[in-house]
T-cell receptor, first 110, second 114 residues
Framework: GQQVMQIPQYQHVQEGEDFTTYCNSS?????IQWYKQRPGGHPVFLIQ?????EVKKQKRLTFQFGEAKKNSSLHITATQTTDVGTYFC??????????FGKGTTLSVSS | NAGVTQTPKFQVLKTGQSMTLQCAQD?????MSWYRQDPGMGLRLIHY???????DQGEVPNGYNVSRSTTEDFPLRLLSAAPSQTSVYFC?????????????FGDGTRLSIL
């Protein structure tokens, strides 16, 4: 079955450092979505990528979708304490249910 | 709009008991799903529905039943609770299954099985 793998599982950075999490699928994806979950909260949608090689930015966050539509990354520039949380990627093949990666938990020390 | 509403927020059960976790959405979404979240395991799909009267199994369906009699409601039933079902359960909804629409999550139900 479809699998979505995400690395690293945990990442600790000093405030101001950059952070990247990677997502890889065993199959070609129709699109990929990214979510953020604050401690004690629920996942909140950040963005979706649809096109091969697509790059989108949201302020300090940069999202990329691979050319083969099998991998994706989220990069945060100059992390802040407000970036703390778990970041999930989620993907699906056409017409199938959305499958989430295990997430990357980011901690930031000031 | 209330969005996705889950009840209860917390529940403690004894092994062997049954219960229903409620999920309701007021956004007229066709697609609804249930996930469980365990430490280090991410969000694992239990069951999902692409519309009223249509349900299907996800990655970890054993021990759970669902039904979808209306567009708004998608309850999750634990038939005979086991300690392995201790988890945080999230219900989510979106306009479509295609994955090109954001998933809206409820606040979750924290379930402990003793």
């Amino acid at each position: 079955g479809q699998q979505v793998m995400q690395i690293p599982q945990y990442q600790h950075v000093q405030e101001g450092e950059d952070f990247t999490t990677y997502c890889n699928s065993s199959t070609t994806l129709s699109n990929i979505q990214w979510y953020k979950q604050r401690p004690g909260g629920h996942p909140v949608f950040l963005i979706q990528l649809v096109k091969s090689g697509e790059v989108k930015k949201q302020k300090r966050l940069t999202f990329q979708f691979g050319e083969a539509k099998k991998n994706s990354s989220l990069h945060i520039t100059a992390t802040q304490t407000t970036d703390v949380g778990t970041y999930f990627c989620a993907g699906n093949q056409a017409g199938t249910a959305l499958i989430f990666g295990k997430g990357t938990t980011l901690s930031v020390s000031s | 709009n209330a969005g996705v509403t889950q009840t209860p927020k917390f529940q403690v059960l004894k092994t062997g008991q049954s219960m229903t976790l409620q999920c309701a959405q007021d956004m007229n979404h066709e697609y609804m799903s249930w996930y469980r979240q365990d430490p280090g395991m991410g969000l694992r799909l239990i069951h999902y529905s692409v519309g009223a009267g249509i349900t299907d199994q996800g990655e970890v369906p054993n021990g759970y039943n669902v039904s979808r009699s209306t567009t708004e409601d998608f309850p999750l039933r634990l038939l005979s609770a086991a300690p392995s079902q201790t988890s945080v359960y999230f219900c989510a909804s979106s306009y479509s299954i295609r994955g090109d629409q954001p998933q809206h999550f409820g606040d979750g139900t924290r379930l402990s099985i003793l």
